[in-house]
């Protein structure tokens, strides 16, 4: 679904990404892991289309288009969704409008019928249960003095109603406490089917005791440096990314010689 | 600028049949008006409270000489809520009895046409033709030439639930209009009011009108202006408030269409405990002129007051903010907090503005800010990877932008219409209507 | 709260109150006055005192020109009446508008030439004139009353390009210089107070750092009104040429006497391309007594101009002192890239008033602006910031950023603020935020409840208060600053 090859990607000239290959085919969960200031949330906003970032080298194939190519919006339109690490809030539009805007703008794309007032209430109804929300939700503004909690639960929110092909979860888990990451995780469990696919962000292994990745990856300095199953994380628990990055360097070392 | 002899012999209160002038008094109030505006004549851009705001157009484009009355006008078609509130329309300032409905209202209430009053030479309006209100010389212009308006006069503890709905069209006749409201809330009584200015016409037409607030101890009042003046009109205005202790005072300003609009809108906080809010939104486009002077005077301890201020400027329009805010000696404890941001939208297009504060009193909590810019890129990054294209994003946050404070109508009715008329003016406003 | 906590607090809060008269409320250290020799002009303004300050200084004629032309305009101009200060009407024919020290003929040409009396006033103010005692890294021009007696270092200085001696000096050896740039930044025409200072000013000091210089010590200037009756009307010009560098400093105080004195300076900067220019003001001028006898009037007329792209120019200002300030440090952005900020702190006391801020005007593109300023009102004092952000229809992607706060001790003073803001580009972004407030009963208390005295307390406050602005000052001045503002350092760590 998704085949990321050497991508270079910079921020005012300074190297961020520096090779990323990764490979996600539908139904799998990946989780990408690693230290602060690796570049996981470049890469996370960069698949989004976020402007600002240079691409330098490397391609991004997604569904046999070259998704650098396409327009943010284009991007959401076609499957592509990223939840925020940290939601934007956009005082004076209801989450309601926001939603129906979004999904609207999403369905005329795929010619469906626009939903109307009642439908798009009745839908939103169903998913909104499923994250623990009620009804007060909808008519405030968008992230609008929401708690750090709501706002990740309004991503997962938005994740299920918009239901796209591609999910990537950028720090989804930071902040929660521990029955907000469970209702979270369980949102997300909920979302995984054989035609998605799911790119879980993150720091800590925490989450990935609720949503067992297929593929765990170790992203360090721009690089992923390791691969591996669900086990890798909690190594990564137990002995931190010194290990990993030791190992790598040790390899490429090697590959010189 | 002092009126030429020849102009001012052809506007003399004298010369103009105006209501009330068989009553010595009216009549006297009006003279000397009339000479305190003459003597002055229009204020010039040398004034500090005119800095941004040049009127010589008024008297060169306009006439001053105000309207007369004129019964073949249909304007029915152009009434808001018919079926709902207490409805008096005013055609080029001028009662109709005819188009208005003012319904049932209930014991301790009474809705008047000023011009009937002041034909009776009812007691009540002298007190508010005093010198004291002329907050500026356009008041004194008003007080001059007022044909008519409504006076809403509430008794202690009264409730009107209902919206008192004042409609003003301006006819097409381009002469002058001259409305003044007086509006008296006893203790503890509340009500809402809506003043809604409609022009039907592009042509120079000028509007001077006044509006004098008084509550008392723990009375309420939410008043809505709307102002949506035909493309040529120049529209000046005051609304001044007195409150006593603990009473709430909620003002709200749309202003949608005009030439050139100036509110003065001011609040005198005299007693202990009074809460005021200053809501605005301008939505200019061409070369609309939109200027606010605000004033809220803390005289007395306890006080709280807020104001929320909000203009989208397009085209080559510009928008002008003045909000001053005076904590006077002694009134300590008050906490007063004042914003206004700007959306700059076109090259043409500017802002002025001055966010004002004079304190003289130390136990107090007092903040101010002010921006100018443009839409947020995260948010539209935001709505963009969400599936919905840069143009729809951008109507959306402008939409956004401006229901922060639409939302703060307290009348449905009139909230959803002022929703409808922003989503109007902006280029995917359609296809938000549509989801709304 | 309890009530007994409250209590206790409302008693914290009288000894506090008391405290800060203390603090703030100090006598003037700065009020003796000098007994010497003077050569003065008499009281009075005409065309011929005009003549007569250009001959006692040698001037050439473009020199005389030029004064002539700013007084005839003068003639024509009112006092400004637009400020929130109220003061009695000011007699121009009364002052006398030169006084110097009689010294040697053509002045002196050396440290040991000057007179020792003045060295010992300078040496009591704390501004040794002798290079071996100085303070590492100050070059000093010191201005007396009318004149500049003193500029050290200038030989050092001088190795590297750097022209930095009084203006008079300046008019002598570098005319060109001072031809091209005076009057650029503020033309004779400007406002009432500058245009008088065009006409009648006597000295000051002259500043030029050539092309890629980083000038290496800070340079200062120290004025001093000695004489009564006198008003002091210096004139500063500083310019920065291409990638040149400079921090300068300025210093001021007065004898205590009853009568209020006129002071109208008017400072130029001129920052080339890629140029800086830090400039920095401890104004301590004497403020009138407690009843708000005496005094200085403090019209000043600041300005830099970022002529070239990528220049910066810095202002710094702690007022502490004069019975009224009147003054707009003003960044002109001409040049794309370049950068301009304000940072002030203006304390009012007893009857002082202030009327200070800053005007910031963007003119080229991807131009920037901070504005700071903190005031501070005690006693009857009013204290005001007047501000305008100004972006003109080119200055792409203009951006500003303000904030003034005011903090108020005591219920018989005021703090205001006029801040004006207009623009005519829509990719600029503007951001005003204001506060005005007390020292907080809950930090008061929370600082009293972790065991630290009110005094030290409301120290620490005012101190973290102006923190910020502080920070903009040479490490020396910011010791003064504090001291002047009655905070003592201890308290403010940890």
Known sequence: MLTIKNLHAQINGKEILRGIDLNIRAGEVHAIMGPNGSGKSTLAQLLAGREGYQVSAGSVDYLGRDLLAMMPEERAREGVFLAFQYPVEIPGVSNALFLKTSLNSIRKHHGLTELDAMDF????????????????????????????????????????????????????????????????????????????????????????????????????????VKSGGAELALELEQHGYGWVEAEYAARNAAQER | ?????????????????????????????????????????????????????????????????????????????????????????????????????????????????????????????????????????????????????????????????????????????????????????????????????????????????????????????????????????????????????????????????????????????????????????????????????????HIAPSGISREYYRGIMNGESRGVFNGKLLVHPGAVKTDAHQANHNLLLSRQACVDTKPQLEILADDVKCTHGATVGQLNDDSLFYLRSRGVDAALARSLLIYGFANDIIEKVGVPDLRARIRHLVLERLPQGGQIKVML | MDGQAKKRLEVNMTTVTRQLDELIGREYRDGFYTTLATDALPRGLNEDIIRMISARKNEPE?????????????????????????????????????????????????????????????????????????LAGVAVDAVFDSVSVATTFKAKLAELGIIFCSFSEAVQLHPDLVRQYLGSVVPYTDNFFATLNSAVFSDGSFCYIPPGVRCPMELSTYFRINAKNTGQFERTLIIADK?????????????????????????????????????????????????????????????????????????????TGSAITWKYPSVILRGDNSVG????????????????????????????????????????????????????????????????????????????????????????????????????EEQLFYCTQRGIAPEDAVSMIINGFCKAVFQELPMEFAVEAQKLLGVSLEGSTG
């Open chain 1, 121 to 224: 209430l009745h839908l939103l109804r169903d998913k909104m249960k499923l994250v623990g929300m009620d009804e007060s939700f909808l008519s405030r503004a968008v992230n609008e003095g929401f708690s750090g909690g709501e706002k990740k639960r309004n991503e997962i929110l938005q994740l299920a109603v918009l239901e796209p092909r591609l999910a990537i979860l950028d720090e989804t888990d930071s902040g929660l406490d521990i029955d907000a990451l469970k209702l979270i995780a369980d949102g997300i469990n909920g979302m995984r089917n054989p035609e998605r696919a799911i790119v879980l962000v993150t720091h800590y292994q925490r989450l990935l005791n609720y949503i067992v990745p297929d593929v765990v990856h170790v992203l360090s300095q721009g690089r992923i």
């Open chain 2, 1 to 297: 600028m002092n009126l030429q002899q020849d102009s001012r012999q052809n506007i003399e209160p004298e010369h103009v049949p105006l209501p009330g002038h068989d009553v010595p008094w009216v009549v006297r109030a009006r003279q000397s008006a009339f000479e305190r505006f003459a003597a002055h004549g229009f204020p010039t851009r040398r004034e500090e409270e005119w800095k941004y705001t040049d009127v010589s157009a008024i008297g060169k484009r306009a006439s001053l000489k105000p309207a007369p009355p004129d019964p073949t006008s249909d304007a029915a078609a152009l009434i808001l809520f018919r079926d709902s509130g207490h409805l008096m329309v005013f055609v080029d300032g001028h009662y109709s009895g005819e188009l208005s409905a003012a319904g049932e209202l209930p014991a301790g209430v009474r809705l008047a046409s000023l011009a009937d009053m002041l034909n009776e030479a009812a007691d009540l309006p002298e007190a508010f033709f005093d010198q004291l209100h002329e907050h500026t010389i356009f008041a004194a212009l008003n007080n001059a030439f007022a044909t008519g308006g409504a006076v809403l006069n509430l008794a202690p503890g009264t409730v009107l639930d209902a919206p008192v709905y004042l409609l003003f069209i301006a006819s097409g006749q381009g002469a002058a209009i001259y409305p003044r409201n007086i509006v008296i809330a006893g203790e503890g009584a509340s009500a809402t009011v809506i003043e809604h200015y409609l022009g039907v016409i592009d042509a120079h037409n000028f509007t001077d009108v006044v509006t004098q607030i008084s509550l008392g101890a723990g009375a309420q009042l939410q008043h809505c202006k709307l102002v949506q003046e035909g493309s040529g009109a120049f529209h000046v205005a005051g609304i001044h408030a007195e409150q006593a202790a603990d009473s709430r005072f909620v003002s709200h300003s749309f202003v949608l269409g005009g030439r050139l609009t100036r509110n003065d809108i001011t609040s005198s906080l005299n007693e202990p405990g009074c809460l005021c809010t200053l809501n605005g939104l301008y939505l200019l486009d061409g070369k609309q002129h939109v200027d606010h002077h605000t004033r809220i005077d």
């Open chain 3, 62 to 134: 473009f020199m005389l020109e030029w004064r002539l032309k700013a007084y005839r305009h003068w003639l024509t101009m009112t006092e400004p009446q637009w400020a929130n200060l109220h003061h009695p009407v000011i007699d121009y024919q009364n002052i006398c508008y030169y006084s110097a020290p009689k010294s040697e003929k053509d002045g002196p040409r050396s440290l040991s030439e000057i007179d020792p009396e003045l060295l010992r006033t300078y040496q009591k103010l704390g501004i040794p004139l002798n290079e071996q005692e100085t």
């Open chain 3, 243 to 319: 990638d040149a560098y400079v921090s300068y400093l300025e210093g001021c105080t007065a004898p205590m006497r009853d009568e209020n004195q006129l002071h109208a300076a008017v400072v130029e900067l001129i920052a080339l391309q890629g140029a800086r220019i830090k400039y920095a003001t401890v104004q301590n001028w004497y403020p009138g007594d407690r009843e708000g006898r005496g005094g200085i009037y403090n019209f000043v007329t600041k300005r830099g101009d970022c002529r070239g792209a990528n220049s910066h120019i810095s202002w710094t200002q702690v007022e």
């Open chain 3, 341 to 440: 900020e304000f940072y002030s702190v203006a304390l009012t006391n007893h009857y002082q008033q202030a009327d200070t801020g800053t005007k910031m005007i963007h003119i080229g593109r991807n131009t920037r602006s901070t504005v700071l300023s903190k005031g501070i009102s005690a006693g009857h004092g009013q204290n005001s910031y007047r501000g305008l952000i100004k972006v003109l229809p080119g200055a792409e992607n203009a951006r500003n950023y303000t904030q003034c706060d005011s903090l108020l001790l005591g219920d018989q003073c005021g703090a205001h603020t006029f801040p004006y803001i207009e623009v005519k580009n829509p990719s600029a972004r503007v951001e005003h935020e204001a506060s005005t407030s007390r020292i907080g």
